[in-house]
């Protein structure tokens, strides 16, 4: 994919604030950036923050001209004040929308009562089937015919909030873990572009388990 230009273009930008969250290459984040270029794309991304300072999209989003921060969960004792760091830093960028894009940590109550309902992460299967960091090779190892992904509203479980869209990925006979993970990730990639931009300036109600964007 080619890298998109600097988006320190929109020095004056009005557009919704969103902030990715994420340990590793970024494919998601890089995708969600592309779709920001176009102008009549509603959202922006502010900042890239990172739990590890060697992930790779941060490298992109430097690349690209976004802000990034790194807030090592080492530094911290224990998952309740490093999670209370990272919402610090979080809304020192003044956010709209956060969005946990491959963030390989649990994020404590502390920082998702801080954002939710504007808090939400992409999950590689149909949830609530198949929830953590293994959901491709679990959704293989249990044989069924369609996965996909998942977008919801974050609590403090693990990939347990609210559904706001999910979209459907059909298994192949000769699938393995990294080529069904890949149609996962591609299909996974256009509806989060899409939802960003529905929750962009709108108001996000959460009523039990139904979401609604008004």
Not at 129 to 136: E, K, N, Q, R, T
Not at 190 to 199: G, T
């Amino acid at each position: 994919m080619a890298q998109p230009s600097a988006v320190a273009d929109f020095a004056a930008d009005v557009r919704p604030r969103v902030v990715v969250l994420l340990s590793g290459v970024g494919s998601t984040m890089a995708a969600l950036v592309e779709a920001t270029r176009r102008p009549d794309y509603p959202a922006q991304v502010v900042a890239v923050g990172s739990d590890r300072a060697d992930a790779g999209g941060l490298g992109f989003a430097r690349e690209v001209g976004i802000e990034t921060f790194v807030v090592p969960p080492g530094d911290y004792p224990d998952r309740r004040a490093w999670s209370a760091a990272l919402a610090d830093e979080v809304a020192a960028r003044t956010p709209d929308l956060v969005l946990s894009a491959g963030l390989m940590r649990i994020l404590d109550e502390v920082f998702v009562q801080r954002f939710s309902p504007r808090l939400i992460n992409s999950h590689p299967s149909l949830l609530p089937a198949f929830p953590g960091a293994h959901a491709v090779a679990d959704a293989l190892a249990y044989g069924v015919r369609v996965t996909g992904a998942t977008v919801h509203v974050m609590d403090a479980g693990v990939d347990t909030g609210p559904i706001v869209a999910q979209t459907a990925v059909p298994v192949a006979p000769d699938d393995d873990v990294a080529s069904l993970h890949e149609r996962i990730k591609t299909a996974e990639r256009l509806m989060l572009i899409e939802v960003v931009a529905a929750m962009a300036g709108v108001q996000v109600q959460v009523e039990g388990r139904k979401v609604s964007l008004r």
